[in-house]
């Protein structure tokens, strides 16, 4: 049988660490789109391409060969994982995943993978507009501050300097833009099961959200 489920929400609302549970628990590929838009700004701030300047962007994503192996991206045979997650590249993903060429590009890639494996998948459009038919839809939110602590102790156990207030501004300006953008901005699908994580585990929300699934299987 083939299953999807579709992950949306906020920044650090905890969907990666929970869809990567889920997709051992229910034999899925996990893609995390968030990379793919992370991947397309790490090589952009290489190359000096800005936001506006679309012609190059283009060839920019044209000329990336993006797969998921061991729930790491690999671009072009290289492992970009670690640079992706850079507070350099947090901070400027926003305004490249609101050209909408770019997300042209990066849900059509999306599209093709989910016809081609049964996936888990999160984002801020999965949801909405990549995997509008799927059977399991889940938009998982908390609240800023609680999202800036859990992204903060991440970095710094990853042994990178982060200040809390920088995460937590961070946040809310991104949230303002993957919210308001005019090319498919974050909200809840109206068939999206909604859940608040703020005061419950990571344990405690995927429990929920595997009873729903085992429910309806
Ligand atoms: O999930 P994340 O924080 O790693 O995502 C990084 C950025 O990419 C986020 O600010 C918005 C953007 N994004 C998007 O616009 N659409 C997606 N499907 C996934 C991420």
Redesign the pocket.
């Known amino acids: 049988m083939k299953i999807s489920i579709a992950i949306d929400g906020p920044?650090?609302a905890g969907?990666?660490t929970i869809a990567k549970i889920l997709s051992d628990k229910f034999n899925l590929m996990y893609i995390?789109?968030?990379?793919m838009?992370?991947a397309v700004t790490l090589f952009a701030l290489k190359n000096n391409v800005q936001p506006n300047d679309i012609e190059s962007l283009c060839k920019l994503i044209n000329s990336l060969d993006m797969k998921f192996i061991n729930n790491r991206l690999i671009v072009n045979d290289v492992d970009v994982t670690n640079e992706i997650i850079l507070p350099e590249i947090?901070k400027n993903?926003?305004n490249y995943?609101a050209v909408p060429e770019v997300?042209e590009k990066l849900v059509d890639l999306q599209k093709k993978i989910s016809k081609k494996y049964n996936v888990i998948m999160?984002?801020?459009?999965?949801g909405t507009v990549?995997l509008k038919d799927a059977p399991f839809k889940f938009y998982l939110n908390a609240s800023p501050e609680e999202r800036a602590k859990r992204r903060f102790n991440e970095l710094i156990n990853k042994g990178i300097k982060v200040e809390y207030n920088n995460i937590l501004d961070d946040i809310i300006k991104?949230d303002y833009?993957?919210t308001h953008r005019k090319t498919?901005p974050?909200y809840k699908a109206s068939d999206a099961i909604e859940i608040d994580s703020s005061n419950l585990t990571i344990e405690q929300v995927v429990n929920k959200i595997y009873h729903i699934i085992n429910s309806k299987l």
Do not use: P
């Not at 995390?32 to 990379?35: A, D, K, L, P």
């Not at 999160?122 to 999965?126: A, H, M, S, T």
């Open positions: 920044a650090g969907k990666s995390n789109t968030g990379f838009y992370r947090s993903v926003s995943a997300r999160d984002g801020r459009d999965i990549v991104r833009i993957d498919n974050l």
